[in-house]
Structures are given as structure tokens and as C-alpha cells.
């Protein structure tokens, strides 16, 4: 048995939740995650006041492409079924496979990107700038506030992923892996109500 | 054996045993079953549009809650202030969405 397997042996069942700076750390996170509640509930809330007012630029009925959007949904759902894969081997101590689920989670987040920046591009072409009217202001604060979670998700876990490779699986990295993996799912769960609030709901009228 | 007593220490210390994927796989079917419902009632164009907004927010509340519930454990034993934190952050938007639909709409 080499010096890592051991070292993985004397690993408790939870990595994450076996210190109690690991248990602060995820519980800290939740605070975190409540206060992104709100800033995205209020986003939502601005969007919905202003949805409506679309002045001379294009309607959502008329720029929304479902089909990007179903796209971009299934992509960014399974990314957070790859991430809970990853904590999975985390707590059956592989970390070779914490790694890879980790590795395919970076991969769907960044085609989400992709997808989200082709869109982007596409809608200012079709004049549905930033200050184009309150509802094209809204729409992008509110995406883009989204999108800039994903970017900031893909390189933390990036990271994460380089550091697993040079201290490997211990107390200190497990709770960093639970939490990122909380902030995907977050990240995952505001996607939900984008697709149905700002999508769907746009291209009903 | 040795896998076996480490579950049993686990249930002792926490009273779970580390589930399977099984779980996670059936909150991933349900998530895809409830967005393909949501886009399919927006295709369809026979339904009356007050009756689809309503229709897609349940299912966009239904899925959020078992996203929570099972990919972020919020489920599991010991989550309080998880549900705690969250509530409070959900109140407050909620607060800001009935501002908005006042705002707009009266």
C-alpha cells in the first residue's frame, strides 16, 4: 500500500464534516447562500416589474430561441447530477473519480458559457442591447448576474481540481469540495426559475 | 467487513448510512421530467396563458425543492440553520416580488 492509500484509509467516513472548521465552513456557506437568495430574489423581482417594458427594442416573444434554452438547461442540470457524483467518490475516497466528475462538471459549465455568450452576441445583433429599454436591462442583469456565477464556478472548481492533484483528498480540501459542490447546485436551482420566470414565461407573453 | 463497521460507526455517530446513487438519479429523472413538462405547456398554444405562468412557476417550485432537498442534502438530519437561512433569504424575496407585482400591476 503506498503512502496515499494510507493516508486515504485514516480518512473519516465524512472528509467534510469530520473537523469542526470543515462543519463551519458548510454552514458558513449556507449563510452565503441565503444572501444569494436574496440578491437573486430581488433581481427576479426587478425583472418581473420590468419585463413588460420593451419601448422600440425587441420582445422576449419575439428574440427567445427555446431550443438554445432547452440546450442550455439540460447541460447546466447535468453538470450539477456530475458534481454530486463527485462528492459521491469523495466519500467513497476516490479520488480519481472526485476528480474526473469534477473535470466533466467544469466541461458542462463551460458550454453553458458558450451557449450563454453565443446568445448574448446574438440578441445585440438583433438590437436587444444592454440600454436598449428597462426589459433588456432587467434580462441582462439578472442572466448575466447568473452567468457570471457559472464563470466564477468553473474556474473555482478548476482550481479545486489542481489542488486535489497537488495536497490530494484530506480535512482541509474535502469541506472545499462539499461547498463548491453546494454553490453548483445553488447555481443549478436559480437556472430553474430563469428558464421558467425570464424563458418560458417570456415566450407566453 | 471493514466497510461494513465503518457504516455502522457512521449510523451511530449520525444516524444515516451513506446512501447510494439511487437517490440522485431519481431527483435528476424528476428534474428532467418537470422541465420538459414546463416547455411542452408553453408549446402548446391551446392552453389559456395565465393558466401556463401559474402551471410553470409549481413545477419550477417543485423541482427547486427537490434539487434541494436531495442534491444539497437539505433532507438529511442536522440541516436547521440550513433551512433556516435559506427561509430567511426566500422571505425576503418574496417580499421583493410582491413589492414588484404591487408596483406594476395595482
Do not use: C
Amino acid at each position: 500500500m503506498s503512502h496515499a492509500e494510507a493516508h486515504l484509509d485514516k480518512l473519516p467516513p465524512e472528509p467534510e464534516k469530520a473537523t469542526l472548521e470543515g462543519r463551519n465552513k458548510v454552514l458558513g456557506f449556507w449563510l452565503f447562500l441565503g444572501g444569494e437568495t436574496v440578491l437573486f430574489g430581488t433581481l427576479f423581482a426587478t425583472f418581473l416589474a420590468l419585463r413588460g417594458s420593451v419601448l422600440d427594442g425587441p420582445t422576449g416573444t419575439e428574440l427567445f430561441d427555446l431550443k438554445l434554452v432547452a440546450a442550455a438547461t439540460f447541460i447546466l442540470l447535468t453538470s450539477s447530477l456530475t458534481s454530486v457524483f463527485a462528492v459521491q467518490a469523495m466519500h467513497h475516497k476516490n479520488v480519481k473519480n472526485l476528480m474526473i466528475w469534477l473535470g466533466v462538471t467544469v466541461l458542462l459549465g463551460f458550454g453553458f458559457l458558450v451557449l450563454e455568450i453565443y446568445e448574448f452576441y446574438h440578441y445585440v445583433h438583433e438590437g436587444h442591447g444592454f440600454t436598449t429599454s428597462a426589459f433588456s436591462s432587467s434580462f441582462y442583469a439578472l442572466v448575466g448576474f447568473h452567468g457570471a456565477h457559472v464563470a466564477l464556478g468553473v474556474l473555482w472548481i478548476g482550481l479545486l481540481i489542481i489542488q486535489l492533484k497537488v495536497k490530494g483528498l484530506n480535512t482541509t480540501t474535502a469541506p472545499k469540495v462539499y461547498v463548491a459542490s453546494l454553490y453548483w447546485h445553488f447555481i443549478d436551482v436559480v437556472w430553474v426559475f430563469i428558464f421558467t420566470i425570464v424563458y418560458l414565461m417570456g415566450k407566453v407573453g | 467487513m471493514e466497510a461494513n463497521q465503518e457504516q455502522v460507526q457512521d449510523r451511530v455517530k449520525r444516524g444515516t448510512i451513506h446512501e447510494g446513487p439511487k437517490n440522485h438519479i431519481i431527483a435528476f429523472v424528476i428534474s428532467i421530467f418537470l422541465t420538459l413538462l414546463a416547455f411542452m405547456a408553453v408549446a402548446n398554444t391551446a392552453l389559456d396563458a395565465t393558466f401556463i405562468k401559474i402551471f410553470i412557476v409549481i413545477l419550477a417550485i417543485f423541482q427547486a425543492v427537490i434539487q434541494l432537498a436531495f442534491w444539497m442534502h437539505m433532507k438529511d438530519r442536522g440541516h436547521f440553520f440550513q433551512i433556516l437561512f435559506l427561509a430567511t433569504g426566500t422571505f425576503v424575496a418574496i417580499t421583493a416580488f410582491i413589492m414588484a407585482i404591487y408596483w406594476v400591476w395595482w
